[in-house]
């Protein structure tokens, strides 16, 4: 028996592939700092079990395919602040953003389509474009430039007869690149020039920061019937389990060929609904106050980061990552050099190399990308553990 080629060409994610030998390490009595996946510790806010505590429907039913109108009308209430209007007609709710994702790659690409994207940039982009017989083509940016690609040549350097849409994820991950109101509007008309679709994937949208305006593509209401917006309660409201997504746009074209698929799965958690309903409906000063928290955690780990040698890495502008260039011949060998024989004081650390980032082969064997995800202690800690751990591979 076989299995299909398309799932065979597929890659493990680079995120998640070394969590055996995490817990090995931990199994040995170690203790690991995991910083390879955005699992925030930042506590889920209440409202979220409040809101399902006081569900009073006897019956768990089916929600619509679409969603429960309450989010989507949360939803439309918390766009409107950035000038934005939406219908419940479009909006779908989704399975996590993962969920949104493949579902316009089904309902946009064809066998050999291409989809442009930056990278380094979230892996399993290329899984989702390959479900869908596509592929993505990257647009190629290094650490000694911060990782930014939002320049006109570069981008249409990358695009050929197959380029069906351009994808960006703002901030990012795992590079934490931010785009300016300006450059989105670049991105925009680049797209129209070239007959594009834009899906924008905004995940960590308030995690913006110094000063950075907070932006989404929702406030390019000229380009609005090529704009496909992704979101998710995961990250910014630390409710990763919770899977729900949003697949937003104004293009009835798209929306309608999306609910074929989403009729076919019938619908996402009624009462996950509900809570997420509640989260959007939080005040302003929680976004305030959620971005304090990270923005806090980035600065330790890039101080820390700063004093390792050789090191190349620029302070990211937003969500929770950061991908830096280390002085060591190979991240893998290293990760596991510090998984399998390095401690100290009983503790060790875990990332995510960024070769798997890539998609032109031999880029990333030195970076990794790492999610400043614990407090502020452990932050400084696990990077203090990363330099240590350079130190004692390199002198082998």
């Keep these: 028996m076989k299995i299909s080629n398309r799932v065979d060409a597929m890659q493990y994610s680079p995120i998640r592939k070394f969590n055996p030998i995490a817990q090995a390490a931990k199994d040995a009595g170690k203790r690991v700092y995991h910083l390879n996946i955005g699992q925030p510790d930042v506590e889920t806010p209440s409202v979220f079990m409040d809101a399902i505590k006081n569900y009073e429907n006897k019956v768990i039913a089916y929600a619509e ?14 766009f409107e ?3 934005a209007k939406y219908d419940r007609g479009d909006i779908i709710v989704t399975a996590g953003g993962s969920e949104a994702l493949t579902m316009i790659f089904l309902a946009l690409l064809n066998e050999g389509d291409e989809v442009l994207m930056a990278e380094p940039y979230y892996t399993n982009y290329s899984t989702f474009a390959q479900s869908a017989g596509a592929s993505v083509v990257p647009i190629t ?11 006109r ?15 960006c994820v703002s901030p990012g991950n795992p590079t934490g690149v931010v785009l300016s109101r300006e450059e989105m509007k670049l991105i925009c008309e680049i797209a129209k020039e070239h007959d594009l679709w834009i899906i924008a994937d905004e995940v960590y949208r308030e995690f913006a920061y110094d000063d950075r305006e907070v932006t989404t593509f929702a ?13 998710s309660v995961s990250k910014r409201f630390s409710a990763c389990g919770a899977r ?26 009624t009462v996950d609904q509900i809570g997420a309903a509640a989260l959007f409906r939080l005040p302003e000063s ?10 806090g955690r980035r600065d330790v780990a890039y101080e820390e980061l700063m004093k390792i040698p050789g090191v190349v890495c620029q302070k990211p502008g937003g969500a929770f990552y950061m991908t830096a260039k280390l002085p060591v011949d190979s991240v893998e060998n290293f990760l596991m050099f510090l998984l399998e024989e390095f401690e100290d004081n009983g503790e060790t650390v875990m990332f995510a190399p960024a070769e798997g980032f890539y998609a032109t082969p031999g880029l990333g064997k030195d970076e990794m990308r790492i999610a400043y995800v614990l407090n502020q202690v452990d932050m400084r800690r696990a990077v203090e553990l990363i330099r240590l751990g350079i130190e004692a591979y390199n002198k082998r």
């Design 286 to 295: 929680y976004y305030e106050e959620i971005k304090a928290e990270y923005c």
């Design 141 to 151: 940016t290094t650490a000694e430039e911060g990782y930014h690609y939002a320049n």
């Design 244 to 269: 729900i997504g949003l697949l937003v746009s104004k293009s009835k074209l798209l929306m309608d060929s999306v609910m074929k698929i989403a009729q076919g799965r019938l619908c996402v958690s």
């Design 81 to 83: 602040k950035y000038g």
């Design 65 to 78: 395919s679409g969603g429960v109108t309450d989010l989507q009308d949360a939803v439309i209430e918390y």
């Design 219 to 231: 406030m390019m209401e000229e380009y609005a019937d090529r704009i496909i917006i992704v979101d």
């Design 153 to 167: 040549d570069k981008i249409e350097a990358s695009i050929t007869p197959n380029t069906k849409a351009i994808a």
